[in-house]
């Protein structure tokens, strides 16, 4: 029996920026590298100037690489940047400002954090079983935006339970010194182990909006429960980054 051939049904403009893109990604269009020029890509894919350039504007709307029309188009130097989940879990030390915005500033990005809504409310129905709610329990969200550079990086959105957040600053809508871990560890509710359950999905409209993505590429969603001693849960976090401009490094 012979295999089945399977039809890139997307238009070519996307079929060449979606190659272009793997090997920006991947490294072999190093960052600061020049593109081959519209002749070489005409050349190389088959098709018309014009179309050549619709997939060059799709990349330039992503971020990943800079110029203009008549002019060399290069990569972007932060082409796709990565993040270290772990370095964010742990109480900031006395003093320090809350993980994300230390880590990233050590690498040289300017980081900073903008806090959207602050409320209590019935989480959605992952959230509610990862924190073992009731059937009627609620929980406070806290959602804000991370910015890298001044531009939206990440957008959290943090639940906690009712029962431990009731009368602290976790309801209040102000920024927590040190983070909520740092919050959580003061109140006897020290963070000992998460689990992140990472995926790829299309953004909501939401997500798109205020992560001001360029297209219908797809998201990092990454849904993480954080858990403190006898393992109760304390913190369920659904953290949503473009995909093409990030990724996640576990160490094992």
Same mark, same amino acid.
């Given at each position: ?6 039809? *890139? ?12 893109r793997e090997e920006i ?8 590298? /020049?593109? &081959? ?11 018309? /100037? ?11 709307? #992503? ?21 270290? &989940?772990? *370095? ?6 006395? /003093?320090? &400002? ?18 959207l809504e602050v409320g ?20 406070v969200l806290r959602r804000?935006?991370?910015?890298? *550079? ?40 020290? &963070?000992?182990?998460?689990? *992140? ?53 576990? #160490?094992?």
């Amino acid at each position: 029996m012979s295999a089945r051939r399977i039809v *890139d049904p997307r238009p070519i403009h996307q079929r060449i920026a979606a190659a272009l893109r793997e090997e920006i990604l991947s490294g072999e269009l190093a960052a600061g590298a /020049n593109l &081959p020029s519209t002749l070489q890509l005409t050349e190389r894919f088959g098709a018309s /100037n014009a179309t050549v350039q619709k997939a060059l504007k799709l990349l330039k709307e #992503e971020g990943l690489v800079v110029g203009r029309a008549g002019a060399s188009v290069s990569v972007r130097h932060h082409r796709q940047r990565t993040i270290r &989940p772990a *370095d964010f879990v742990a109480p900031a030390a006395p /003093n320090e &400002p809350y993980p994300w915005i230390a880590k990233a500033n050590q690498r040289g990005w300017q980081a900073s954090s903008k806090l959207l809504e602050v409320g209590e409310e019935r989480p959605p129905h992952d959230v509610a079983a990862a924190l073992q709610l009731t059937e009627t329990g609620t929980a406070v969200l806290r959602r804000q935006l991370l910015m890298l *550079d001044e531009e939206p990086a990440e957008l959290v959105t943090s639940y906690y339970p009712m029962a431990i957040a009731a009368g602290t600053a976790l309801l209040e809508h102000r920024k927590i010194r040190g983070g909520t871990p740092t919050l959580l560890a003061s109140m006897g509710y020290p &963070p000992r182990s998460c689990v *992140d359950h990472v995926s790829a999905r299309v953004p909501t409209q939401e997500q798109y909006e205020l992560l001001e993505l360029p297209s219908e590429l797809p998201i990092l969603r990454t849904f993480r429960v954080v858990y403190s001693n006898d393992q109760r849960p304390i913190e369920a976090t659904i953290m949503a980054k473009a995909g093409h401009l990030y990724e996640l490094q576990y #160490e094992f």
